[in-house]
């Protein structure tokens, strides 16, 4: 692929040529309307309360049924009949088209090969005149940045007229088709690889339940007998945070069983401030939430960061030693569906919910012994390294596409 961004800058045909271009094609880009690319239809709603209207094979779709990461998927869960049609204000959008949320979700895209029904909160593409899922591409670059500046305003949609209103700028139809081609191929990839995480990830889970069934009743305990609970940050104010000491964030703790040394926010320390670090081996809880079963949520600290700090809205538990309980295996034993089941009780409230530690430091629950954890976690980590890098190429594809948009189109 030929990087143009260099010889665009001083090109008298600036704003005609994409920034990076396939080498067998040249020649300007042709301007457009959205309008002139097909036939424009909306969609509605039959009636919710006659059952008859949703038995059918036709799918229906609403705008939660759309991905903004992807325009080829979409989730069909209602199907409806053609009496639905003819008596409701949805029409058939006959395939390939291109489905635009216009209202609710607005900026949601759709590719669709296969003949569909949607809600009013679409304005969809049919008859298409050009490549649509080059289209769909493009729309989705253009789309989103209009989702973005409705952000913050009165403004809850897009109208039929503003859609038509796009200016788009188009290549040949070779050249559609090749770029449409290659940026699909990056998108298939993203998918096998989110599938791999999704199924990688549901082994360790089983695993690690039917490992702790087994070998997970050898010794009693309670924390209260293994260490202490200490605080995250505290005194910190939004001006305080974006540069200074790494700490780990809420999200990083909410998403992880394992925490290394990446991923991290950063907050200023002054020297002489006390505030508690994370040390080796620390497990990490949510401590408040909306729902009760997401609080007690915990990642273990297996890096080697020298100066680390943990945000204001999780705790720290501290083993006093590693001779009953392997830091290694913690990630595990705190993520299982029987300690789960464990520390649910313990997230109490009523509009929101928060971990009562000190219940929880007295309650007792079973471990394996030592050498059980440690063949338990070397089993385990070695899937969790797998689905490490698997999510670094996942991250690196989406970052690649990201990058492919915004260079590939003008």
């Not at 998403?255 to 670090?277: C, H, L, R, T, W």
């Not at 385990?380 to 490490?388: G, P, V």
């Amino acid at each position: 692929m030929q990087d143009n961004r260099k010889n665009k800058k001083n090109s008298p045909n600036s704003g005609k040529y994409p920034n990076m271009r396939f080498p067998e094609f040249d020649g300007e880009w042709e301007e457009i309307l959205l309008g002139s690319a097909g036939d424009f239809i909306g969609g509605g709603t039959p009636s919710t309360s006659n059952i008859d209207f949703w038995m059918g094979d036709i799918p229906w779709l609403s705008s939660s049924d759309l991905e903004e990461s992807n325009i080829f998927k979409i989730n069909v869960s209602k199907y409806i009949n053609l009496n639905s049609i003819e008596n409701s204000a949805t029409k058939l959008c006959a395939a390939p088209s291109i489905l635009i949320v216009s209202r609710v979700g607005v900026g949601k895209i759709a590719f669709s090969n296969i003949d569909v029904c949607t809600s009013q909160d679409f304005t969809n593409i049919i008859n298409l005149k050009y490549d649509g899922v080059f289209l769909s591409y493009l729309l989705s670059i253009i789309l989103k940045r209009k989702s973005k500046e409705a952000q913050g305003t009165s403004i809850k949609g897009i109208t039929s007229f503003e859609i038509k209103s796009i200016k788009l700028k188009l290549p040949k139809t070779k050249e559609q088709q090749k770029i449409a081609t290659f940026l699909s191929l990056i998108d298939k990839r993203i998918e096998v690889s989110s599938k791999i995480i999704a199924h990688t990830e549901t082994l360790i889970q089983n695993l690690n339940n039917l490992l702790k069934e087994k070998y997970g009743n050898d010794i009693e305990i309670n924390l209260n007998s293994l260490g202490n609970f200490y605080s995250g940050l505290s005194g910190k104010n939004a001006d305080d945070f974006g540069d200074g000491k790494p700490f780990i964030t809420y999200l990083n703790v909410f998403n992880n069983n394992i925490i290394s040394d990446e991923e991290f926010g950063y907050v200023k320390i002054d020297e002489n401030e006390k505030q508690n670090a994370v040390k080796y081996g620390d497990a990490l809880f949510t401590i408040s939430s909306e729902t009760p079963e997401e609080v007690g949520i915990s990642a273990v600290y297996l890096g080697n960061e020298k100066e680390l700090y943990l945000n204001s809205f999780c705790l720290g538990f501290r083993l006093d030693n590693f001779n009953t309980l392997l830091p290694e295996y913690l990630p595990y034993l705190f993520s299982s569906q029987s300690f789960r089941k464990f520390i649910f009780p313990f997230a109490q409230g009523s509009t929101r919910y928060n971990l009562s530690r000190t219940d929880l430091m007295k309650r007792k629950f079973c471990i394996p012994d030592i050498e059980n954890q440690r063949k338990i976690a070397t089993l385990l980590s070695n899937l969790s390294n797998k689905l490490k890098i698997e999510k670094t190429l996942l991250l690196s594809y989406k970052q690649q596409k990201s990058f492919l948009l915004q260079n590939m189109f003008i």
